[in-house]
Nanobody, 124 residues
Framework: QVQLVESGGGLVQAGGSLRLSCVAS????????MGWFRQAPGKEREFVAA????????RYADTVMGRFTISRDNAKNTLYLQMNSLTPEDTAVYYC?????????????????WGQGTQVTVSS
C-alpha cells in the first residue's frame, strides 16, 4: 500500500521560509517522479514542482521559479520543498504526489498517488 505523508506546513509571515517534507512508503521511491501541487480555497489544484530522479529533470511552475527548491533523499524515501520569499499568494494546502514514470508531468491526473496535504498560510 502506497502512502505519502506530508509535514512542515504552518503559518509564516510574508518573506519567510518553510520546508515541506513528504515521506513515501510502499513504492520504489527512486524510480518514481515526485511532485508538489497546491490548492488554494476556491481554486483548482495547481502544479508547483516535480523531480524525476532517474531522468535527472526538475520542473517548476513559473510562479515559484527562483523561490522554491524541490529535492529528494532516496535513502530516506523523502521528498522536500524548500520555500523561500513566501507571499500571501502562496497560501494553500500543499500536496505531495507520485507518478510511476521517469517522465515528469505537471497536471494532477498524471499522478496516481497523493498525500493528505499540509496547510501553508502566509500572512501579510
Amino acid at each position: 500500500q502506497v502512502q505519502l505523508v506530508e509535514s512542515g506546513g504552518g503559518l509564516v509571515q510574508a518573506g519567510g521560509s518553510l520546508r515541506l517534507s513528504c515521506v513515501a512508503s510502499g513504492l520504489s521511491f527512486s524510480s518514481y517522479t515526485m511532485g508538489w501541487f497546491r490548492q488554494a480555497p476556491g481554486k483548482e489544484r495547481e502544479f508547483v514542482a516535480a523531480l524525476s530522479w532517474i531522468a535527472g529533470r526538475i520542473r517548476y511552475a513559473d510562479t515559484v521559479m527562483g523561490r522554491f527548491t524541490i529535492s529528494r533523499d532516496n535513502a530516506k524515501n523523502t521528498l522536500y520543498l524548500q520555500m523561500n520569499s513566501l507571499t500571501p499568494e502562496d497560501t494553500a494546502v500543499y500536496y505531495c504526489a507520485a507518478r510511476n514514470s521517469i517522465v515528469s508531468a505537471t497536471t494532477p491526473p498524471e499522478y496516481r498517488y497523493w498525500g493528505q496535504g499540509t496547510q501553508v498560510t502566509v500572512s501579510s
